[in-house]
């Protein structure tokens, strides 16, 4: 039963008992109130225990993963709110509704103190592969996108509910559930308390799977404006601008009064491309963001330079996303799931007819032009990472450095993980502290105001690929380069004829520091150690005649190779490195939160290790390394005429040793997995009976080749300034 006013205010003033001890909140908060402004602490931390620069535990914790949970008694309190939009994007009338968990320390919610907001906006919380939607063949609907965009007039609430309230009447249910048809079987919220550690420390977290998921109203619009719009309501309600519901149904309002107006956002991939967009959107009271492998282009996460990337293999990466997320539709009604999948449809066919160019359905989903960025940023990246490749990172620093923002980067040896993981709670040190510690360092300077460590960071923070060791550095694209290009002038062919895909192949397989049929290879011997920091640019002169082909790319990878074998941080075919235990819940997150273990990212032993790569298309010479420049050639290229292309190559931090020696391959493709020529190997009756649509499949074929003109061709390496 609901809490009447009276009931609220009663309790309010009562002692609260826990373990046999009874706490008089108010006279203990403002006994810390009056301690703090004697002792000079920053005013915006009051009500938080602030040592050595870092907020420190100051509630007792409460597992909230078990359907007898109850807020009644604890310090922390959980709760559904129901955020409202300005879009009516599932057509019923009404904005959506996105559902939001709030956990916020009970001393915040009962006026204490106002707590700063650590905001998570990831679509995959909600529920993961519930939704396998059947879609048309390719170009048989034209859905009008224009229908998205209706705004509805507002709700008018019927009266409102106090966070105490919403919290007393809380059903775990709403955060703990099982989906029937999930092939995981997986409980959700998936990552509810992934944020515990901060959560003990007095900040609130707040998280949201947004449109078109489970509990949510609309669809889910993967990498459109309209996702983007609706987190950002989120961060308006926090801040007190925009209406939010403590019932589905939205008819009882509910304000975040107990919200410092000081915002935070973090999360890995998806996460931090949310968290990108939100930046770029210049929301009052998102006062920082921690973006951990989080793309800041969908065009460059899914293609690269005028070609698709391989990441699927097919033309589908977003329509395939949206549905990967999309939670809400396993129960939708048949004429709301036809909607979606209508929009599905045409996302995919939108992806198709570009066919790896830049157009305006990828620049009305480009936020990196945006002028209004202005929260600082400390963004992560693992420089091993082949689903979020590490130019995703050099495009958002870009972004925010125009707008003069604050940024520091923190580079990694490791692939698609954040340091300090939820997935296989395990964290890593860098320097003195942990991982979390640094975010808890970051956290507390820019929502408290509390000067630390944090105010001294240099702009990289960069894990060493020779021992593990991270450090700090200035050195990034410093205009200093090797040149790295053949021995001769002459002319040389290269035939994508049985060409391997992978670079793991490659460089098992195919590299040996020759040229072949299927590869052009130049090398360099290293007298003394090298460090490549930057985006390494190959500068190629090519011709082909081939221009009637399907897809026509040409990439480039460079290589450390040794004689000997050398420890090297390679990810493999897995995409991650494996872990060594340092110290078995060795990392204490606080009184009754889940350990994590120490642990520190193992090296394998290598001759050869890729240190980065490239491809683009060969069709589209202009195609450079901002996602715009790639769009649709105007004129057809000719065959056999020479034109000059830039590949730009992923963006590395890697020391070659003295006596290794530096390897580019000018080849066909790299990057892809080595099945991605499934189109080539298979008749069009046998993918269908596969389940597989040819013209949804990226088309790579093998019978072209193309001529380097070696005399007009070089690489530059970017290395520090001496």
Not at 393 to 399: G, I, K, N, P
């Amino acid at each position: 039963m609901e809490k009447g006013v009276g009931e609220v205010s009663a309790f309010l003033l009562s002692p609260v008992t826990h373990h046999g001890k009874q706490f008089i909140k108010h006279a203990a908060v403002l006994f810390l109130l009056a301690a703090l402004a004697i002792s000079g602490a920053s005013a915006q931390a009051a009500g938080m225990i602030i040592e050595n620069g870092m907020a420190q535990p100051m509630a007792r914790y409460t597992d909230p993963r078990s359907l007898d949970y109850a807020n009644e008694g604890s310090e922390l309190l959980r709760f559904p709110v129901y955020v409202e939009t300005d879009y009516d994007t599932d057509l019923d009338g009404k904005p959506d509704l996105i559902k939001t968990m709030v956990q916020v320390p009970r001393a915040a919610a009962e006026g204490a103190y106002r707590a700063p907001v650590i905001y998570e906006a990831r679509p995959y919380i909600a529920g993961m592969y519930t939704y396998n939607p059947t879609l048309p063949a390719a170009g048989t609907y034209d859905f009008d996108e224009s229908v998205l965009y209706t705004r509805p007039a507002k709700r008018i609430p019927k009266g409102s509910v106090t966070a105490l309230q919403a919290a007393a009447r809380a059903n775990p249910a709403d955060w703990y559930y099982h989906l029937e048809n999930d092939p995981f079987d997986q409980q959700y919220m998936g990552n509810l308390t992934a944020y515990d550690y901060y959560l003990i420390r007095g900040f609130a977290i707040v998280q949201t799977a947004g449109l078109g998921t489970w509990g949510s109203e609309g669809i889910e619009c993967c990498a459109s404006d309209l996702e983007a719009k609706a987190f950002a309501c989120v961060i308006e309600w926090l801040t007190g601008k925009r209406a939010a519901y403590g019932d589905p149904a939205g008819e009882y309002r509910i304000e975040a009064d107990w919200c410092s107006g000081k915002i935070g956002m973090t999360g890995r991939s998806y996460a931090g491309a949310m968290a990108f967009e939100m930046a770029s959107l210049g929301l009052e009271g998102l006062e920082t963001v921690v973006p951990v492998a989080g793309p800041a282009s969908w065009y460059d996460y899914a293609n690269s330079q005028g070609v698709p990337s391989g990441l699927l293999g097919r033309y589908d990466a977003i329509a395939d996303l949206s549905a990967l997320c999309a939670s809400r539709f396993p129960t939708g009604e048949d004429a709301l799931r036809q909607h979606y999948e209508n929009y599905l449809s045409w996302i995919r066919d939108q992806q198709i007819a570009l066919r790896g160019d830049y157009g305006s359905f990828w620049q009305k989903r480009d936020f990196l032009d945006s002028p209004h960025f202005k929260a600082s940023a400390l963004i992560v990246q693992g420089m091993n990472d082949d689903t979020v490749h590490p130019r995703q990172f050099v495009l958002m620093r870009d972004a925010f450095l125009r707008c003069g923002c604050e940024v520091r980067c923190l580079l990694h040896q490791n692939g698609h993980v954040s340091p300090g993981s939820e997935q296989t709670e395990t964290d890593i040190m860098i320097g003195e502290h942990t991982y979390t510690e640094w975010l808890n360092l970051w956290f507390t300077h820019t929502l408290l105001g509390v000067e630390n460590e944090v105010s001294r960071l240099p702009e990289f923070t960069v894990q060493s690929n020779l021992d593990g060791a991270f450090f700090g550095t200035d050195q990034w694209m410093t205009g200093e380069t090797l040149r790295l290009g053949p021995g001769t002038g002459e002319e040389y062919t290269v035939s994508a004829a049985g060409a391997r895909m992978s670079n793991a192949a490659l460089a098992e397989s195919t590299f040996d520091g020759c040229s072949g049929a299927d590869r052009l290879a130049w090398t360099l011997d290293i007298a003394e150690d090298v460090t490549v920091c930057g985006v390494p640019e190959v500068r190629l002169r090519v011709k082909t005649a081939d221009v009637d082909r399907n897809t026509l790319m040409i990439g480039a990878v460079l290589v450390d190779q040794a004689d000997q074998a050398f420890p090297c941080f390679d990810v493999g075919s897995i995409g991650v490195l494996e872990l060594r235990v340092i110290r078995e819940d060795g990392v204490d997150r606080g009184d009754g939160v889940d350990p994590y273990d120490l642990v520190e990212w193992k090296q394998v032993e290598r001759n050869r290790k890729v240190i980065a790569y490239g491809v683009m298309d060969l069709r589209n010479p202009e195609a450079g390394f901002l996602p715009a420049s790639a769009e649709t050639r105007a004129e057809p290229i000719a065959a056999d005429a020479w034109y000059d292309y830039t590949l730009y190559l992923q963006p590395a931090y890697y020391t070659v040793p003295a006596g290794h020696r530096l390897e580019l391959y000018i080849v066909p493709f790299c990057g892809f997995s080595d099945d991605a020529a499934i189109y080539d190997s298979y008749s069009a009756a046998e993918l269908e009976d596969m389940g597989l649509r040819p013209e949804e499949l990226v088309p790579v074929t093998r019978d072209y080749s193309f001529t380097v003109d070696q005399g007009a061709s070089e690489a530059l390496i970017p290395v520090p300034r001496n």
